[in-house]
């Protein structure tokens, strides 16, 4: 295969959805956040067909490289994540999979990854998701379903998370007399 099909071909087999949004606290603050599963439920609220996020369990602590999730959601499905790179307070990432049809006969995984980097009102938050088809057949179907419900979803979720981060308190100025 030449390289243009090669490329044409890879871009068909992969979706990628991305979100971003400021958060209104420190970079930690923000990190804690975004990997606290107890909270996480509360945030992502699904949109359309994407459901809701009901519980993340951890399989068994510490939150690490290689430690595995489950995610069930409100629609009765059971996901599973395995983290794949855990470096507070900047970067975490992990694969999705155990989707069920008729998902499943769309997306075979899910690889999502968040940073948080400083900035100057608290910290920016980037959310991304790289999904690998099941079959380049499944494009037509796939990459407006997930362009625009998930990507929704994901937004949704970080302004859910924006509102509840406790923002920054603002530096006080002395005056003098």
Known sequence: MDKPAAARETRRMEIVCQAEQQLPCPPGQAFAL???ADRFPAFFRGCGPVPAVRAVELDAPPLAVGARRTVRNADGSVLRE?????EPPRR??????????PFAWLVRHGDACWTVEPDAAGSRVRWSYRFALAHAAAWPVAAPLLR???????????RAMADAATPIAPARLEVRP
């Open 34 to 36: 975004i990997t606290d």
């Open 82 to 86: 395995v983290v794949t790179a855990f």
């Open 148 to 158: 625009l419900f998930m990507t929704a979803a994901m937004r949704r979720c970080l």
């Open 92 to 101: 975490h990432a992990y694969r999705l999979d155990g989707f069920r049809p």
